[in-house]
């Protein structure tokens, strides 16, 4: 079955890095465009990035220029560079195949916690 785990959360000062990490399997995942979500508290799961199977990206516009979506098709990976973090990038962060907006393919995996925070 399909199994989507997120890892590299963690805490880290505003202007910090960070590196998310997401293994996938179950389905084909070079041929699927991929993406990256968040859910803050008390807010819904927004669309963060998403990266084509042929690796065309987009990025939304709060995260733009700090954030670096990649992919790594032998091995079923994505990857999120965070640079410049700020408070409001606080949130819950999960990997999934991309459909459109906050919406992910498959059942979502328990996530990856970032906290910024001073």
């Known amino acids: 079955q399909v199994q989507l785990v997120e890892s590299g959360g963690g805490l880290v000062q505003p202007g910090g890095s960070l590196r998310l990490s997401c293994a996938a399997s179950?389905?084909?995942?070079?041929?699927?465009?991929m993406g990256w979500y968040r859910q803050a508290p008390r807010k819904q799961r927004e669309l963060v990035a998403f990266?084509?199977?042929?690796?065309?990206?987009n990025y939304a516009g709060s995260v733009k220029g700090r954030f670096t979506i990649s992919r790594d098709n032998a091995k079923s990976a994505l990857y999120l560079q965070m640079n410049s973090l700020k408070s409001d990038d606080t949130a819950v962060y999960y990997c999934?195949?991309?459909?459109?907006?906050?919406?992910?393919?498959?059942?979502w995996g328990q996530g990856t916690q970032v906290t910024v925070s001073s």
């Open positions: 990266i084509t199977n042929n690796g065309i990206t």
């Open positions: 999934n195949a991309h459909i459109s907006g906050p919406l992910g393919l498959y059942s």
């Open positions: 179950g389905f084909i995942f070079s041929s699927y465009t």
